[in-house]
């Protein structure tokens, strides 16, 4: 599973998004939307194996897997590459008028600075696994036009429970908190 993840860029057509593209009708975008969580859990898994916080992205364009990313907080020490900045990043420099066709998951709500991001790149649709451990900019998305759908997947709240109980001190950090009294 991991194994897509090092060096995954601009992949041109998802094989697995290939059939489910050809279907029409709400139940199919539903499952469609579904569908495009799966890479973004896969990377956030990744990270969490390699010793990192467990949030992953992935970008798709025209309903391609462009790219996929995962948080690398611990990984690199870095404070901008949450799972949503580091897709990007590993998308690589795109035109407008790509970032115009894409949409962006993640398997947890985007923070002050992964929201900055879509914004300020004009992504018009985000897909989120979940928002109960962490709530994001979620309302200043839609209020700025933005599709916003909230999967509320299982998988994607017991990564992240599982991973604040056994590290507060390190969620804390990543989200920009004092580090919770004991
Ligand atoms: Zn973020």
Sequence with gaps: MASILPGLRRRPFGPILASVMCEKGIEAMSDDTRTRLVPAIQAARAGAASGGIPIGSALFIDGALVATGHNRRVQD??????????????????????????????????????????????????????????????????????????????????????????????????????????
Excluded: K, Q
């Excluded at 929201?115 to 451990?133: D, F, M, S």
């Excluded at 992240?160 to 590290?167: L, R, Y």
């Design 77 to 182: 020490g870095s404070v901008i590459h949450h799972a949503e900045m580091n897709c990007l990043e590993n998308a690589g420099r795109l035109p407008a008028a790509d970032y115009a066709r894409a949409t962006l998951v993640t398997t947890l709500s985007p923070c002050d600075m992964c929201t900055g991001a879509v914004l300020l790149y004009g992504i018009p649709r985000v897909v989120i696994g979940e928002n109960r451990t962490f709530l994001g900019g979620e309302d200043l998305l839609r209020s700025r036009g933005v599709d916003v759908t909230v999967l509320d997947d299982p998988e994607c709240v017991e990564m992240m429970t599982a991973f604040i109980a056994t590290h507060p001190a390190l969620w804390a950090e990543d989200i920009g908190e004092n580090e919770p009294t004991p």
